[in-house]
């Protein structure tokens, strides 16, 4: 597993840029105009709960980076479980895991997925590159429609596999941009589309966090039986607010996040 952490976050933003070219752009856009670093408020992965590679065979690897647990959040329409992690260095950028509850889809789901991770190498959940070492099994086309008529989370996770799903900007960071809704107008002008389900922005100062994010770029993926163009990652932008304590809120919103989720589908 990695000892540095810089190294695994860079790995894993190279990897996120290939299939998302609009992050490169949007955090040109960014920085250009404000002359400095963008700081990653966050990233999310995705994976399947079944014990090979459920959401602590992630963790571990932040773990193993002095990472702590956060909070847990459950989205039962999704049939999803997530839980972030933060690190007593605040600079590091806090980690959102979810896995899918392979349990509570339909049979032919369950045994797609099962099928899927059957093969795997198990011991590829250790390597140093499992979290962006994208997908360890085939899958044709209409395998990947079929997840997709019942889960566009599972469809996601068998068509990229282990991933970064999406980087966040912190807001808080940015010199010349101080709101989401300003962000959001600026990706609207240069022809970006934002996520509007729920609203464009997510969240409430009251909630401590307000997020917006793209909608996923499209990139090829190479199914065993032919090359299609399906939606791949987004950009997020996140805005933290002061506790009572005065330190920034440093959780997540679940019925946010519930919404966020739906930045990977096809519409
Ligand atoms: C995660 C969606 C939730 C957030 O910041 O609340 C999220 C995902 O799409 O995998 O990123
Ligand atoms: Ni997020």
């Known amino acids: 597993m990695h000892t540095d952490r810089d ?80 690190h007593p260095d605040p600079s590091a950028p806090k980690v959102f895991i979810s896995e899918l509850l392979v349990e ?25 590159n499992f979290l962006y070492s994208g997908r360890h099994w085939d899958i044709d086309y209409p395998t990947y429609q079929t997840l997709l008529e019942e889960s566009e989370y599972a469809a996601w996770v068998a068509a990229w596999g282990f991933r970064a799903n999406h980087f966040t900007v912190s807001v808080n960071a940015l010199s010349r941009f101080r ?9 609207k002008d240069n022809g970006y589309r934002v996520n509007s389900s729920g609203g464009e922005i997510k969240g409430s100062p009251e909630e401590l966090l307000e997020q917006s994010s793209t909608m996923a770029d499209r990139a090829d993926v190479q199914f065993s039986d032919q090359t299609v163009a399906i939606p791949s990652c987004f950009y997020e932008f996140a805005l933290r607010y002061p506790k009572p304590d005065g330190q920034l809120y440093s959780g997540f919103v679940a019925a946010s996040a519930d919404k966020i989720f739906e930045s990977t589908d096809s519409c």
């Not at 709101?179 to 990706?187: H, K, W």
Request: charged share 25%; glycine share 4%.
């Open 104 to 128: 509570q889809c339909s049979e032919p789901v369950q045994a797609i997925i099962h099928q899927l991770i059957s093969q795997m190498d198990p011991a590829a959940v250790t390597a140093d």
């Open 7 to 86: 190294t695994l976050f860079s790995r894993l933003w190279d990897n996120y840029c290939e299939v998302t070219p609009s992050a490169e752009d949007i955090h040109r856009l960014l920085d250009d105009t404000q002359g400095g670093e963008i700081v990653n408020d966050h990233i999310a992965l995705r994976t399947f709960n079944l014990e090979k590679v459920n959401l602590d065979k992630l963790a571990a690897h932040f773990l193993a980076l002095g990472y702590q647990e956060g909070g847990d959040y459950h989205f039962e329409a999704k049939k999803l479980f997530a839980r972030h992690y933060e």
């Open 179 to 187: 709101t989401v809704a300003e962000i959001n107008q600026v990706l």
